[in-house]
């Protein structure tokens, strides 16, 4: 079993920058990848991004140049620094966890995902 917690949401304006993190609690899988969802009401969450075991990453499109994802081992926590904000960027993130590697890890989909944490809020202001 895994408990993810997320952290780092907040208010900011339009170009500012937050860094979300996400620890993880329990045993993490050797073969794995972990990512950042958002959703906003009425809407399907949609894959921000993801990293796997290796560092192999995938970034929406919206988002390619302006966020990166990146972990920390020995912390256990997942980041995602987002900068140069943008209003639709509002929405609240979440992070997850897939114990085993599958297309999910490298698309965006939320199949595949074991592991959900209770999401942390942006709102970005013009």
């Known amino acids: 079993q895994l408990q993810l917690v997320e952290s780092g949401g907040g208010s900011v304006q339009v170009g500012g920058s937050l860094r979300l993190s996400c620890a993880v609690f329990g045993y993490m899988f050797s073969r794995y990848c972990m990512g950042w969802f958002r959703q906003v009401p009425g809407k399907e969450r949609e894959g921000v991004a993801v990293?796997?075991?290796?560092?192999?990453?995938y970034y929406a499109d919206s988002v390619k140049g302006r966020f990166t994802i990146s972990q920390d081992h020995a912390k256990n926590t997942l980041y995602l620094q987002m900068n140069s904000l943008k209003p639709e960027d509002t929405a609240m993130y979440y992070c997850?966890?897939?114990?085993?590697?599958?297309?999910?890890?490298?698309?965006?989909?939320?199949?595949?995902?074991?592991?959900w944490g209770q999401g942390t809020q942006v709102t970005v202001s013009s």
């Open positions: 997850a966890a897939a114990v085993l590697l599958g297309s999910w890890c490298y698309d965006g989909s939320r199949d595949g995902y074991n592991y």
């Open positions: 990293i796997d075991g290796a560092g192999s990453t």
